[in-house]
């Protein structure tokens, strides 16, 4: 991939999570491609497997590693792993997240007769269901404070070591129709900033960023009609992005990459960086 500027993460080992998906997959070929050692960690080992092999063959340093950011003892084993094959983590990013569409209400708004319609595709604040709710919540931020506990003491004692989490723009402002997807990002930003100051005297710096609308083959359906048009959820986000467009996966890699460098951020930590085109800041008037 072509990279916005290159750091020098040579023999580093980077832990990313979620490295087998659409946005991991960019962030574990900028690693690769700035010379660490990359471990993919993934729910699917055969995907996680696959993109590994395919950054081997460019000659590349990557292992893929089967783990649940949700489970305690299967981060452990996949810790294990990873120290024998490439030694301690030196960044990890916690790139696990994601939505449930039972922690996520079908209208922006709720009106009285919404109560009173028997329409079993209506799914209002009432009917959303305490295990969606649970799962949103558990895999953004226990699947993001989990990784930390294990992979964290690996940096404790050593030089240029960081964890970069991932938020999202609604943790600033709350988007319609998913309280449970924004109040666990909101806990993730956080969390980043608790972590920040709790590890600052170990040498630990804790930062993340937090990006806005992105259009990738994940949400294509949500934003773009089958005839290419533009959704009425995409022309509201559209309306309230100063900068006028949807993001690129590929404008996420520089700022990890600067959080990543100690040469280039060394100094920062506890900060939640929007990459947003400017949503967080407008008002809308």
């Known amino acids: 991939m072509k990279l916005p500027f290159r750091v020098d993460l040579k023999d580093k080992v980077v832990v990313i999570t979620g490295g087998a998906g659409i946005l991991g997959g960019y962030w574990v070929e900028a690693f690769a491609e700035c010379g660490a050692k990359v471990a ?12 590994a092999a395919e950054l081997t063959l460019e000659g590349r340093t990557a292992i893929g590693v089967e783990a649940n950011v949700m489970d305690k003892d299967s981060l452990k084993k ?34 009285e007769e919404d109560l009173l319609e028997d329409n079993k595709e209506l799914v209002t604040f009432f009917d959303l269901e305490e295990q969606g709710i649970r799962f949103v919540f558990d895999l953004n931020f226990l699947g993001t404070l989990l990784p930390c506990q294990e992979f964290a003491k690996d940096m404790i004692g050593r030089k240029s070591c960081n964890i970069i989490n991932i938020s999202s723009t609604n943790a600033f402002t709350p988007l319609t129709k998913i309280p449970a997807y924004s109040g666990a990002k909101a806990a993730v930003s956080n969390f980043t ?61 520089g700022a990890l990459l600067f959080l990543a460098d100690d040469g280039a951020s060394g100094f920062i930590n506890g900060i939640v960086l929007p990459i947003d085109g400017g949503f967080s800041a407008y008002s809308g008037v």
Request: with cysteine; aromatic share 6%; net charge neutral.
């Open 78 to 111: 996949a810790h294990e792993l990873i120290l024998t094959t490439f030694g301690p983590c030196d960044i990890l990013i916690n790139g696990a997240g994601g939505n449930n569409p039972k922690g996520t209400t079908t209208k922006e708004y709720l009106f």
């Open 40 to 51: 993919i960690l993934d729910r699917s080992l055969e995907m996680a497997e696959k993109k």
């Open 193 to 253: 900033q608790w972590l920040a100051v709790h590890f600052s005297k170990v040498g630990i710096r804790v930062n993340a960023i937090a990006p806005g609308f992105l259009v990738t083959k994940q949400n294509e359906g949500l934003l773009m009609k089958e005839d290419g048009s533009l959704t009425e959820r995409s022309h509201k986000i559209l309306n309230s992005t100063p900068m006028g467009r949807f993001g690129e996966p590929e404008e996420l890699v």
